[in-house]
């Protein structure tokens, strides 16, 4: 990804061509992100937009899976197939357990130096962001991060990727024309979920970690899980209401509660009632926070920033409640009220409250 | 041993993003004008090697790879008590990606360790204009620095024994890592809060003397290796997002009252989504 993105200067079409080295890389692959026994879902994300890719390309998907023996990672071989790949690259070492930079940037180094593939993509968690970073470097290769849409370049037959960049105002579609893998991390959320095919299945290429524990300088001391099992799942919950700072006053935030409540529904919130206290950061909705991909989204009182846009967009159906008949919501909601949201919101609790007992009596 | 701590803490200055447009008829950036600040990320690792430097002593050094004008956000670090700035400049660097904004940030601080061994170097989380995340573990691999990303606290640091002890981020939790000086620390955000400088610090950043370092200075031979031909990624296009085909389809009630508005906002929309009641499914929903 360009620290700097502009428009393309002339002088880069020096280094258009692929060199003739690299044109033995092919394949799509998607990094398996496995961490205590279990797949993080962008992985499975990931894997439906790779099968996209490599049909355009008619070349293969496979999925790289790295854990200790017997923590999960047989399931993960079996699942990745269902999800879409055609093969899947397995190297089961103890020093995979937890995870750490160095061991696993060492197994994938080695393994895209093996078996040269034109594209790699990892989810853009914690784990991804910092994996792909140090395995970009050491492959000396082109990395865009946080990818919105990838799309095969007609001509090049290179990774067209687009992102977000300056803050979310703008997007820019960057690729990689000269190096080899052409790396892309996705957040969470971002691609949609691919239908499982329980019936796939497909070859499974097992490869060494050749490191000791000694090798590995860092060790991991201990491992805190949250305490609060209370943590927002907004990235998956199937409704999402949101308030921003239409809502006014600190404690209109619980006519929102009251709504997602009657809903069974999550709560979110646009950034600058983060800032000011109103809401816990996880409950953050848009660039710098979660994605959501709710069934139903309603908003109330957000003005519908792009930074706020990028992130709740991939709703099936949005609502949105705003004052401004003009406000920027409008233009990406597929519903909307112009009204008060400190109204409307208790009348929707209560019309969805009164809709619901009909149902239940109903059976 | 005890001189204390040699810290450099990469910052860069950013663009208020929220003020950037697109022309809307050459679709180029409009830049004129947008104020510049520090990318707000980095104040969090800025924070955090002001306060190890409290608790054992050393310097803090602010390195910012950027045009001239970046010496702004340099001052304003000294001001917020850093001991130098030294600003890495050069039209060789124009156009860099995260790999070749890596291997121009990692010949300075090597430059820096060749004076005085450097113990940690520090990063923000990420910048709001590039937003990789990349050019931190790109330190920490060309340094050959221990790699210590989204980094929420430092419990324990011990130069003599060459171990740092750090909390990290991880899915569902947080993992406690031990490692070895020299290392790279990228800061999470929202983990500390920046000091006000104190009226000397602020006296002195104005009058201070940046260093200001072009790509021979800072040791690069190879300049082939930086900004647009040390590139491998590179921009095709930048736009702005497309609006949605239709606009928002109004809901209004049978009389304008709140309750008339909800009532049929609840009719649109279990009739475009009939499974909708059915999603709904806690207990609690049916109370
Ligand atoms: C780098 C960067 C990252 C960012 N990341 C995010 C992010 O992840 N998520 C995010 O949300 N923002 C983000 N932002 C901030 C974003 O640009 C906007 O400032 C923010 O989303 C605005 O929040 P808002 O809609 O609540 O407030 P405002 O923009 O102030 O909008 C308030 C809205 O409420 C309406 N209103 C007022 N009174 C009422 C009422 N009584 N009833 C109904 N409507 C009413 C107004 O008409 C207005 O449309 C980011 C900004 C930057 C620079």
């Known amino acids: 990804m360009s620290e700097t993105p502009a428009k393309p200067p002339a002088r880069a079409a020096k280094s258009k061509e692929l060199p003739e080295h690299l044109k033995a890389y092919r394949h799509v692959w998607v990094f398996i992100e496995l961490e205590h026994g279990r797949v993080h879902s962008v992985s499975w994300e990931l894997l439906g937009e790779a099968r996209k890719l490599a049909d355009t390309l008619k070349v293969d998907v496979a999925g790289v899976v790295l854990g200790p023996a017997g923590e999960g990672t047989d399931q993960a071989v079996a699942e990745a197939f269902h999800y879409g790949a055609d093969q899947v690259y397995l190297v089961e070492d103890p020093l995979l357990t937890n995870y750490r930079t160095d061991p696993f940037t060492k197994a994938l180094t080695d393994l895209v130096n093996t078996h040269k593939p034109e594209i790699l993509m990892l989810g853009a968690s914690t784990l991804g962001r910092d994996l792909a970073g140090a395995l970009a470097t050491t492959l000396a290769t082109g990395l865009t991060a946080d990818c919105t849409e990838l799309a095969i370049d007609g001509t090049s037959r290179a990774l067209a990727a687009t992102r977000p960049t300056f803050g979310g105002s703008l997007l820019c579609t960057i690729m990689t024309l000269a190096a080899r893998p052409q790396m892309a991390t996705v957040r969470p959320r971002v691609m949609s979920m691919p239908e499982p095919d329980r019936s796939r299945a497909g070859p499974v290429i097992r490869e060494r970690l050749d490191m000791v524990e000694e090798d590995i300088v860092t060790k991991v001391l201990d491992f805190i899980p949250d305490a609060d099992t209370n943590q927002a799942q907004l990235a998956f919950a199937d409704i999402v209401v949101a308030g921003g700072l239409g809502l006014q006053r600190p404690e209109n935030v619980q006519l929102v509660k009251d709504l997602a409540e009657v809903l069974g529904a999550e709560y979110g919130c646009s950034r600058p009632l983060i800032q000011k206290g109103w809401m816990t950061a996880d409950r953050q909705i848009g660039q710098t926070g979660k994605t959501i991909r709710p069934r139903l989204y309603i908003a109330a009182g957000i003005s519908g920033a792009i930074q706020h846009r990028v992130g709740s967009e991939g709703a099936d159906r949005i609502l949105a409640i705003n004052t401004d008949p003009n406000a920027p919501i409008f233009d990406f909601a597929h519903h909307g009220i112009v009204g008060d949201a400190l109204e409307i919101l208790p009348a929707l609790t209560e019309a969805f409250r009164a809709r619901l007992a009909v149902d239940r009596l109903a059976g | ?287």
């Open chain 2, 1 to 287: 041993m005890s001189q204390g701590l040699t810290m450099v803490v990469c910052i860069k200055q950013v663009p208020d993003s929220a003020q950037i447009r697109v022309h809307p008829v050459t679709n180029t950036i409009m830049r004129q004008g947008v104020p510049t600040i520090i990318n707000p990320y980095d104040l969090f690792a800025l924070e955090q090697a002001l306060a190890l430097r409290d608790q054992l002593g050393g310097t803090v050094t602010v390195l910012t790879m950027g045009p001239q004008m970046a010496e702004t956000s340099l001052r304003k670090a000294m001001g917020h008590g850093a001991d130098r700035a030294i600003l890495l400049t050069d039209r060789f660097f124009a156009g860099s990606d995260t790999l070749a904004t890596s291997f121009a940030l990692s010949a300075a601080i090597g430059k820096i360790n060749a004076e005085t061994p450097v113990d940690v170097v520090f990063t923000g989380k990420q910048t709001i204009d590039g937003d990789t995340a990349q050019v931190g573990p790109g330190i920490a691999r060309r340094m050959g620095l221990n790699q210590l990303t989204y980094v929420s606290a430092i419990p324990a640091i011990d130069k003599a024994a060459g171990e740092i002890t750090a909390h990290r981020r991880a899915e569902g939790g947080v993992q406690v890592l031990k490692t070895k000086l020299p290392c790279l620390v990228t800061m999470l955000e929202g983990t500390n809060e920046l000091r006000r400088g104190s009226l000397p610090d602020v006296l002195r950043a104005e009058r201070a003397e940046i260093t200001t370092w072009n790509a021979k200075d800072a040791g690069i031979e190879d300049v082939t290796k930086c900004g647009l031909k040390g590139s491998p990624t590179k921009v095709s296009k930048v736009f702005a997002p497309k609006p949605r085909s239709e606009r928002a389809a109004m809901i209004e009630g049978a009389d304008a009252t709140p309750a008339a508005i909800a009532a049929a906002a609840v009719e649109t929309l279990v009739a475009a989504d009939p499974a909708l009641p059915g999603v709904i499914t806690r207990p609690s929903a049916l109370a």
